[in-house]
């Protein structure tokens, strides 16, 4: 079984990643959809707070939201670089709080969710990988307006 | 506390599921086409993840010095060495810069949808299934890989690899005018 300190110290490394991929990129990008079919940048920014949130939450024993239905996309007030960035560091700030929160023992609990039973270990990685899946659109669309540098240090 | 072969290679196969679905629906004509300057096809990047675990999974020599198509020569895993032989294990697909720069081979562009993603679970089930003949220790160097990196740090970073360019291969389909079914 993982140890605390491990998962933990993966979901604060995909999270530092994404917010420099964040921080890297232009303003206008934020609210722009690659070829009208994707989420914005600031889109993808919301989704990763509500899954960061939702699973925090699962994790916990805190009530749950209903997740939204359809495609996530970001209220009118997260549509900015400024405020994208604000959101998500507060949320990533809560989400590891969570994780720093939970004994080795809560981690490994079983828990269950809509796609069946886990414990917070599997969701820490599953916090991870889904960071990882973003940070490779947002260096999608980072190349895509020229920018083909690595952001991460 | 660590994760154990098995975690990784759980973790490794969420990964691979996640990325077939990305082929769903998409048409052949599509597959090579880079949906703007800069940016590589799904072809290319389906290529990018099958020689990424190839080269770390199932070759058979360290790394050494060997023709860049891009640097002329320089210090990575040599494809000859590799057990595994497939259109998708190119030294082209080694890295975004010399992808970008070379075109696909004619081999590589009759390929359809269907052929490359089943060509990219074929060499991933292979290349594990060499792993794990080479019965790894999970901190010990990886078999046949010279850099100082274990077989730990080396499935977690392929994790993460396939991963990361799973989300990209969306966003191709985006750019290119599919709506799919995750995003």
Known sequence: MESKESALGGVKSALGMFRQDLEALPEE???????????????????????????GRSMTGEPLFDWPKGWITAPVELQSKEAALAAFDAMAEK???????????ALEAPITTEHGPTNGLERCRFLA????????QLNFVQTLIGDDKWHWS | ???????????????????TIAFEGLDST??????????????????HIAYGEAVRLACEDPLRVVPSLALGEEIRPDLRSCTLTSPLLDERFAYYPQTLSTAPTAAQLALSTEQVATELVRIHNAAVAH????????????????????????????????????????????????????N
Not at chain 1, 96 to 103: D, H, K, M, Q, Y
């Open chain 1, 95 to 105: 989400t590891l709080a969570r994780i720093v929160g939970l004994s080795q023992e």
């Open chain 1, 29 to 55: 990008v934020f609210a722009r959809s690659l070829g009208g079919k994707a989420r914005s940048v600031a889109d993808i920014a919301y989704e990763i707070n509500l899954v960061n949130d939702h699973v």
């Open chain 1, 129 to 136: 990988l889904h960071l990882w899946y973003h940070s490779g």
């Open chain 2, 30 to 47: 599509k597959l090579w086409r880079r949906p703007a300057a800069g940016l590589l096809s799904i072809g290319e990047i389906a290529g």
């Open chain 2, 131 to 182: 792993l794990l003949r080479a019965q790894p220790e999970l901190d010990a160097p990886l078999p046949g890989w010279s850099l100082p990196w274990t077989c730990r740090e080396t499935l977690k970073y392929l994790i993460f690899h396939i991963g990361y360019h799973t989300g990209q291969l969306f966003s191709v389909r985006h750019l290119l005018g599919d709506t799919t079914t995750d």
């Open chain 2, 1 to 19: 506390m660590a994760l154990v072969l098995d975690d990784y290679l759980e973790l490794l196969e969420q990964g691979y599921f996640e990325v």
